[in-house]
């Protein structure tokens, strides 16, 4: 009996760690970007990969915040997933964490053609924060993992070009304001799962934009891709331009060959099929390819260095093995953004499935070879028809709803009255973060909160900071255009607007903290002027931060999520703050006031241990690693557990603290 293609729903149960509350403060700070190159390499660079190189690149945040609540305590949790199968494949989707596939197996076989991981376990690698690995992501936004990397997207059932049903994912992106839809459909029959990707600009103005599918697979495989060079970027974020397979002797394309982390950003000829495929020693695995829009073409490795084995254990749970990902994506390399003009759109169709082919001997001829291989099972004027078939579909509405994103685009779509045919924003979406913004809209004021609380999100666009100019000027509207003013560039003027705030504000905290970054960005610009550390910044910073502090203490009602998740952060800011000017007994009394359970998370211990050693206490600080601790939102190449480390000891640094993706660093 031919089964046809259909979705349900279904409960995934798996060992998984709490999301937790987003971190409240707006991240005014500029992003720590690890996804930058020396400017050496831009000279002798093709002309438009040098000028996507430059094109507005991403400064901040805002509005988006910043998600490091979760822990790593996993316990079975039950996750809602999406299925749609036909009668070869079977594709399991998470809509509440970014549309992720999480699998995709190959029913005749019983292969799972991606790296499924076993456990649900967020790690600091979005641009925002918690990012899990594993499947299929969907990349939008800037140079990065997405903001969406954990948060819920709508989705709904839809009918596919060959009358089957597709599943349409789709959310509001909110760091470049933005709609977009990845529509999944499995035709009858079909080894293959279809991904057709629209993103729309309806703005009056055009906009950057960025996108790569992240595919995750086993990394005991040999990765193809019909090129013969490739973009390097490596550890010292020098981008040049190398031979593939095989370069320094070492032949890149089996990811546990490469040392340390890196990607590969493949050359594909224009001309060529787009396609990237990752093949076992049996050469079964796993094939991508797509319609021409989608040029490029990228692996990345973790490097068999202890540094990348002990990511690989943290992302996961111990006996898992590791795994790479190829990716594919509008640009050259994943430094570039794209401009999408006016009130357009660009749109594209995926194609994922299994290949059969040899990934031993010569690169050119097994290269060939799996291109036929995949010529045989999915020609290339399929994929372009199917996507011919796909486009008239990619405006439909939407049937029965499955799942629900978030509130955000619902506002956008109410306050520019847009037209998004096949992306509906209903208002019945709208929830409280929405709230305030809402009557903004409506009357021209923002209203002050009901009860005392930590600040809601703040909206940055230029629609926003115009009718916050615009509303009456109370302390809490103050605080909201300061930070829109603050992303616009104009700190002097986002200042003016904190400092008016404060002289009548009731809530102090969220205003002295705000001017307490302001105080640190300009002690970081006298520094980089002096050439020598200048206090005066840093230490207006400080006294802020502690001001700051002590007021949420007075003013915390609970220890409930909301208050504890602000304790934590501005309790984590304001000692990082003291001790950059070595004002220990002030760090010491603020650590005194944090919550033990705040006290007890990994970062925390951390900065005991530094605060120790910074009382002249280094063996208790020592003891602190003996002990053991975890921290949750390490940042990939972060380095503060090592320096901390060197300073206390000549010993090498343990295996369970060596997270160094780079030779040479601490």
Request: aromatic share 8%; proline share 8%.
């Amino acid at each position: 009996m031919v089964i046809v293609t259909r979705i349900r729903r279904e409960v995934l149960t798996l060992p998984a760690a709490q999301l937790g509350p987003d971190n409240p403060l707006p991240p005014l700070r500029p992003l720590d970007e690890v996804h930058r190159i020396d400017d050496r390499d831009r000279d002798g660079l093709p002309g438009d990969m040098a000028r996507r190189l430059g094109y507005a690149p991403l400064h901040s945040l805002l509005p988006v915040r910043v998600r490091d609540g979760y822990d790593r305590t996993r316990e079975p949790r039950a996750l809602d997933a999406l299925v749609i199968e036909n009668d070869r494949l079977r594709a399991t989707v998470l809509p509440g964490l970014g549309g992720r596939v999480v699998s995709l197996l190959h029913l005749p076989t019983g292969r799972e053609l991606l790296y499924r991981n076993p456990v649900f376990q967020p790690a600091n690698f979005a641009l925002n924060g918690a990012w899990y690995s594993g499947g299929i992501e969907w990349n939008i936004g800037a140079t990065g993992h997405t903001t969406l990397s954990c948060a819920p997207v709508h989705a709904a059932r839809v009918r596919a070009p060959d009358g089957t049903e597709m599943l349409r994912l789709w959310e509001w992106e909110r760091l470049r304001d933005l709609p977009f839809q990845v529509d999944l459909w499995l035709p009858d029959g079909s080894d293959f799962l279809y991904a057709g990707v629209r993103i729309r600009n309806p703005h009056e103005r055009p906009v950057p934009t960025y996108w790569w599918s992240n595919i995750a697979v086993p990394e005991e495989v040999r990765v193809l891709a019909p090129a013969e060079e490739a973009w390097h970027l490596d550890h010292e974020r020098r981008l040049r331009r190398v031979p593939v397979p095989s370069y320094d002797g070492i032949d890149r394309t089996h990811p546990l060959n490469s040392p340390c982390a890196a990607d590969y950003f493949y050359d594909v000829p224009d001309g060529r099929r787009r396609w990237i495929a990752a093949l076992d020693a049996d050469g079964h695995g796993l094939v991508q390819t797509s319609t021409d829009v989608l040029r490029g073409r990228k692996l990345f490795v973790w490097g068999h260095r202890p540094g990348g084995r002990r990511w690989q254990e943290w992302l996961t749970e111990p006996g898992t093995g590791g795994y790479c990902e190829i990716q594919a994506g509008l640009a050259r390399t994943q430094l570039e953004h794209v401009r999408l003009q006016a009130e357009s759109e660009v749109s594209w169709l995926e194609a994922y499935g299994p290949l059969v082919a040899s990934p031993a001997g010569e690169w050119t001829r097994v290269v060939q070879e799996a291109g036929e291989r995949l010529e045989s099972a999915l020609p290339r004027t399929r994929v372009e028809e199917a996507y011919a078939a796909w486009k008239p579909y990619a405006g439909t509405e939407p049937g029965e709803t499955l799942a629900t994103g978030s509130g955000w685009g619902a506002l956008e779509v109410l306050r520019a009255d847009w037209k998004l045919p096949g992306t509906p924003f209903p208002q019945s979406t709208l929830g409280e973060p929405q709230a305030p913004w809402l009557e903004l809209l409506r009357t021209g004021c923002l209203p002050e909160p009901r009860r005392v609380r930590p600040p809601g999100e703040t909206l940055v666009g230029p629609h926003w900071r115009d009718m916050l100019e615009a509303a009456p000027a109370t302390p809490h509207t103050e605080y909201h255009l300061g930070i829109a003013q603050w992303h616009a560039g104009d700190r002097a003027q986002a200042v003016r607007s904190w400092e008016r705030a404060l002289l009548l504000a009731p809530s102090l905290w969220p205003l002295l903290r705000c001017l307490a970054v302001a105080d640190q960005e300009s002690g970081h610009h006298e520094r980089s002027e002096m050439g020598v550390l200048p206090p005066e910044g840093w230490r207006r910073a400080a006294d802020r931060y502690a001001d700051a502090f002590d007021d949420l203490c007075r003013e915390r009602r609970d220890d409930g999520e909301a208050w504890t998740a602000a304790v934590a952060a501005l309790g984590r800011e304001t000692l990082e703050a003291l001790l950059r000017v070595r004002r220990t007994a002030d760090a010491r009394a603020v650590w005194n006031r944090l919550l033990p359970a705040v006290r007890r998370r990994g970062r925390f211990r951390l900065l005991e241990a530094e605060l120790l050693l910074a009382e002249g206490r280094p063996d208790e600080a020592r003891a602190v690693f003996d002990a053991g601790f975890e921290v949750a939102d390490l940042r990939e190449a972060e380095q503060t557990i090592g320096r901390l480390w060197a300073r206390l000891t000549d010993e090498p640094l343990p295996a369970r603290y060596d997270f160094r993706m780079r030779p040479g660093t601490a």
